[in-house]
């Protein structure tokens, strides 16, 4: 079993499995990576850190794509 990790997402604290990637973690709290400039929810597209889809500021560093980073314990995770 892989072992449990809790990181804030938006405010709120979120458990999570080692080894999940950020992208995962924000799609499972039902949550949009980003808000396009006409109001639309962005999310994961490629998975790959192509698209830049999956993009949110991670530890205070904006425009991180989340679909190519690990969560970490304590990690702060905001949605932009």
């Known amino acids: 079993m892989p072992e449990r990790i809790a990181l804030t997402i938006n405010g709120r604290q979120w458990e999570t499995s080692e080894g999940t990637t950020i992208a995962a973690a924000i799609m499972n709290t039902e949550a949009a990576c980003r808000t396009s400039v006409t109001g639309e929810e962005r999310g994961p597209l490629c998975g790959m850190g192509i698209c830049f889809e999956c993009r949110a500021i991670v530890n205070g560093v904006p425009h991180q794509r989340t679909c190519q980073m690990l969560c970490q314990?304590?990690?702060?995770?905001?949605?932009?």
């Not at 314990?73 to 932009?80: F, I, N, P, S």
């Open 73 to 80: 314990d304590g990690m702060d995770v905001t949605t932009q």
